[in-house]
């Protein structure tokens, strides 16, 4: 079974926790800037002299999609320890179990399809 796995973190860890998911081995990450709030409602700020409340916080998602549940769960626990702040804000994780995936260039399916070649990291 694959897995995708989600996750919504703090702007400022993302350069860590690509590095953190390259060094034990992931090899594919899709990273999107979001706005979002979750326990902290967003934060005050300050336009044109005036405190306001700005709901929405800046945030980071990633998308790793992974072979099997032991890579899923190392997935997790690295981006746990590498997110973590303790305090309110730190983000969230979320897991989805993948039926299918297509790898497009060469058509392969499947487990196949998320490995990576030594083809695709000379460049071809």
């Not at 060094?23 to 979750?38: E, R, S």
């Amino acid at each position: 079974m694959m897995y995708k796995v989600e996750a919504i973190v703090r702007e400022e860890k993302l350069e860590d926790i690509k590095e953190a998911l390259h060094a034990i081995g992931v090899n594919g990450v899709t990273a999107y800037q979001v706005m979002g709030f979750g326990a902290q409602r967003g934060y005050k700020t300050v336009v044109r002299g005036q405190e306001i409340d700005a709901v929405l916080v800046p945030k980071i998602k990633l998308e790793v999609v992974v072979s099997s549940e032991e890579w899923k769960e190392k997935t997790i626990q690295t981006i746990c320890d590498v997110a973590h702040t303790g305090e309110i804000g730190d983000g969230k994780i979320f897991a989805f179990a993948i039926s299918d995936a297509v790898k497009i260039r060469t058509g392969e399916r499947g487990y196949d399809a998320l490995q990576a070649t030594n083809n695709a990291l000379d460049g071809e």
